[in-house]
């Protein structure tokens, strides 16, 4: 069955540095993968899409990339902020159709001042 | 647009008890799914849907029902609650097959 893994621990950065959370998966060939950030007691909200044929994606000081071979996404947010203190779940398109996701269980990320 | 809403914010129930969770969208989404959340495990898509009249499961469906009359609603039913149902439930919504899912708010549902 298809197997999708963030890092459990929560990554503690300081304010101003470059924060990197790590999705990696397998049995599974996705067509594409999401980015999403929850806060506590709240929905889901989509931060960036990117495909297969897709090396790397940007949107602000988000970037993610995605390796088909290493079967992994990796996840950057630089100059973090305090702002961004939340849980960053990593999504992948599965059984071929109507945008059906399978979700990782989530890194929480906490930036200090 | 109020995006997607879903209703109750929380609710108990006892072993046995039926409910029905609602949810309704705005963006005249043709897709629409329904998600439970269990602490430190990911999402679990439990049914979609892809258009009204149209219906199928999702990873783990036992336990639950839908349906989907009009395009803007998706209830999800209970049936005879059982504690392993004890879950915060994600609806969301997207407008095509490889699109941004929106999310409501979610149910935080007790069974005991």
């Known amino acids: 069955s298809q197997k999708i893994e963030q890092n459990s621990e929560a990554l503690n950065i300081q304010e101003g540095k470059t924060a990197t959370l790590t999705c990696n998966y397998t049995n599974y060939s996705p067509a594409y993968l999401q980015w999403y950030r929850q806060d506590p007691g709240r929905g889901p909200v989509f931060l960036l899409l990117?495909?297969?044929?897709?090396k790397e994606k940007r949107k602000e000081r988000l970037k993610v990339t995605f390796d088909t071979t290493l079967k992994q996404s990796l996840f950057h947010i630089t100059a973090s902020q305090p702002a961004d203190s939340a849980t960053y779940l990593c999504?992948?398109?599965?059984?071929?159709?109507?945008?059906?996701?399978?979700f990782g269980a989530g890194t929480r990320l906490a930036v200090h001042p | 647009n109020a995006g997607v809403t879903q209703t109750p914010k929380f609710r108990i129930l006892k072993i046995g008890q039926s409910m029905t969770l609602q949810c309704a969208q705005d963006m005249n989404h043709n897709y629409m799914y329904w998600y439970r959340q269990d602490p430190g495990m990911g999402l679990k898509l439990i049914y979609y849907s892809v258009g009204a009249g149209i219906t199928d499961k999702g990873e783990v469906p036992n336990g639950y029902n839908v349906s989907r009359s009009t395009t803007e609603d998706f209830p999800l039913r209970l049936e005879l609650a059982a504690p392993s149902q004890t879950s915060v439930y994600f609806c969301a919504s997207s407008g095509s097959e490889v699109d941004t899912q929106y999310f409501g708010p979610g149910t935080r549902l007790t069974v005991l």
């Open positions: 999504a992948l398109e599965y059984s071929g159709g109507y945008n059906k996701l399978i």
């Open positions: 990117i495909r297969e044929n897709e």
